[in-house]
């Protein structure tokens, strides 16, 4: 069996939980990857699936995957995912499932470079088209390449950073960047973090605009949900869980609280989620079978029958 057909995604048994899925449900897995959750769902007596990836391997190699003719796949990013389902006249569905970020399988083959784990080339791309990493850190100038290790990575070493990569080029390959990374960053063996973590998050998250795609992908979730559906994603550092976070209270009717310097805000909209559960962080049987869980968090809601927001520059 590989690595793919063998990979349980972080936090099963409690996203499916949150999608409370009853059988006949037609359900989206908006982060197909090597389908665990759609397997899973499946698994439970859903009626539909429809499985989203915006990685052609995952679709290409998803229907051995998952050999069930209730699985429906689709290449395509989940921020259109209300698009699709309304070209395929697919009504409002019951339940969505985002699980945010790189899958095991990506990081796993090192011919996709998204990992310094094992060396390969430089790549990062989730739909496999548009410049590569390599492509990215060989032309952007110092001071965009900070900008994305400071914005991305939260890292506080950007600029240090950035000089020794530009130093450096032309950059190929995996190992090659965590070698500058490390060098730049002062790392010593046996220290507990590595600094190319935060180095190859950033400019995956660049390179594939993937938190513009989560804040996306929010809105058609709540475009895609019927009154009821369940709404559940998991996310793997604080900057996307900060956008659920901030969506969820704010689509629930929170709002931030108001001070002496500024008024309190009202929201006219009527809340379009409802029944926020408290944030879920795996278990510690979980964390001693698959350390990469650790920074995973659970955030999920219940759609009420309120009309979605418009999004930005929509007009009615």
Do not use: C, W
């Not at 007596?45 to 796949?73: Q, T």
């Not at 499932?97 to 990062?124: K, N, T, Y």
């Not at 994603?233 to 969820?248: A, P, Q």
Request: aromatic share 4%; hydrophobic share 35%; charged share 30%.
């Amino acid at each position: 069996m590989s690595p793919r057909s063998a990979h349980t995604p972080v936090l099963l048994d409690e996203v499916i939980e949150a999608l409370a899925i009853q059988p006949g449900d037609t359900v989206v897995d908006g982060t197909f990857g090597a389908g665990g959750y759609s397997r899973a769902m499946l698994a439970v007596g859903v009626g539909r699936v429809i499985g989203f990836d915006r990685d052609p391997d995952a679709i290409a190699e998803g229907r051995s995957l998952v050999p069930d003719p209730r699985l429906e796949l689709v290449q395509e990013r989940f921020s259109q995912m209300d698009r699709v389902l309304a070209d395929r006249g697919i009504g409002p569905v019951d339940a969505i499932a985002l699980d945010i970020g790189v899958s095991s399988m990506q990081i796993d083959r090192a011919e996709r470079g998204f990992s310094f784990q094992a060396d390969g080339p430089l790549d990062m791309r989730m739909d496999q088209s548009g410049p590569t990493a390599a492509e990215f850190l060989n032309q952007a100038d110092e001071a965009d390449i900070a900008r994305v290790l400071r914005d991305y990575g939260e890292e506080p070493r950007a600029r240090t950073i950035a000089r020794a990569i530009v130093a450096g080029r032309p950059i190929e390959r995996t190992a090659e960047l965590a070698a500058i990374v490390r060098r730049a960053a002062g790392f010593r063996p046996g220290q507990k973090s590595d600094p190319a973590t935060r180095t190859f998050q950033a400019i995956r998250i660049h390179l594939n605009a993937e938190l513009d795609e989560l804040e996306n992908g929010l809105l058609a979730a709540e475009r895609s949900l019927r009154p009821g559906g369940r709404l559940a994603v998991v996310t793997f550092h604080s900057l996307e869980d900060r956008i659920v976070k901030r969506f969820l209270r704010e689509r629930s009717g929170g709002t931030p609280a108001g001070s002496r310097h500024r008024p309190e805000l009202s929201d006219p909209n009527e809340p379009t989620f409802e029944r926020v559960a408290k944030p879920v962080s795996p278990t510690e049987r979980e964390l001693a079978g698959n350390p990469r869980s650790r920074s995973a968090r659970l955030r999920s809601a219940v759609r009420t029958s309120a009309p979605p927001r418009e999004r930005k520059g929509e007009r009615k």
